[in-house]
């Protein structure tokens, strides 16, 4: 199981690699519905992410603006003055695996110039017509994450006639194909399914159920990002966003196990110790 970045493969299957690895969660917003405001300075992100690293992170992930539910619009300008100033300077510092969170074009291109090597978008490269080729050009890596309307709509009401995973299912297979077509290799594309992004919380946990089968069909690794996710306070009634990390480890280990090869995370630390343990325990 291959996934190509900008600067180098992964191999899923080497040793190292064979029990997933972590993304570690960079918002530099001030609204992000965890961590909003904490790292609006370079200097301040660029020390987050080198903790993250020595904390165990293999990728950076770094946003500029909140896809939480009902989260304001921001304009490509000023996602690039917030993102593109922190991938330079943490490409100055980490040999790190940087990742854009953006759905726009231009902010992408940005931030691969300044030596970011995947992009994720929330909208799975539908949201903007130029993305695709900006993803072609540089070949990097891609993670197409599904989403049910947008961060403004996407709580409202979500329904899938067809049954949530099928349907998800269905958007992956369309995405490899119209994607491959168009020039973007699919062993540069990880498929991430969007939890909390157009699901009730019965809607996630169904997908959580099917995880393996969703690489196991569509033939590409797959990205859960759950951390600090209002599943958690749905489901233990843990209220405060900071409370939720022993929680999400809980479902890093579990992910895990069901064939879950990349899981982004807020806290980096507790996510190893979760990933450890399952592969001791379970290998």
Not at 12 to 40: H, K, V, Y
Not at 124 to 153: E, F, Y
Not at 160 to 189: K, M
Request: charged share 20%; net charge negative.
């Amino acid at each position: 199981m291959i996934w190509k970045t900008r600067r180098y493969k992964i191999n899923f299957r080497d040793q190292e690699n064979a029990n997933g690895l972590l993304m570690g969660i960079l918002n530099t917003t001030p609204d992000s519905f965890s961590d909003g405001g904490q790292n609006c300075g370079v200097s301040e992100a660029v020390h987050t992410a080198l903790k993250m690293v020595a904390a165990g992170a293999k990728i950076i992930d770094i946003g500029g603006e909140s896809t939480r539910p009902g989260a304001a619009k921001v304009s490509a300008e000023e996602e690039i003055q917030r993102t593109a100033p922190v991938v330079r300077a943490l490409r100055e510092k980490s040999d790190v695996l940087i990742s854009i969170d953006t759905s726009k074009a231009v902010v992408a291109a940005a931030a691969l110039e300044e030596g970011a090597d995947i992009v994720n978008d929330v909208t799975g490269l539908t949201g903007d017509p130029a993305m695709t080729s900006v993803c072609a050009g540089a070949q990097c890596g891609v993670v197409i994450m599904h989403m049910q309307g947008n961060p403004r709509t996407m709580q409202v009401d979500p329904h899938y006639e067809h049954g949530v995973v099928q349907e998800l299912h269905t958007f992956f297979a369309e995405r490899l194909e119209t994607l491959a077509q168009s020039g973007i290799d699919p062993e540069c594309i990880i498929l991430d399914p969007g939890i909390g992004f157009g699901k009730t919380v019965q809607q996630n946990i169904a997908l959580m159920q099917h995880l393996a089968d969703f690489q196991g069909q569509q033939g590409r690794p797959v990205l859960l990002g759950v951390s600090r996710k209002s599943i958690i306070a749905a489901l233990t009634g843990v209220e405060s966003v900071q409370d939720r990390d022993a929680a999400t480890a809980v479902v890093t280990a579990v992910s895990a196990q069901q064939g879950v090869l990349l899981h982004r995370v807020h806290h980096v630390a507790i996510n190893a110790q979760a990933l450890l343990l399952a592969k001791a325990i379970c290998s």
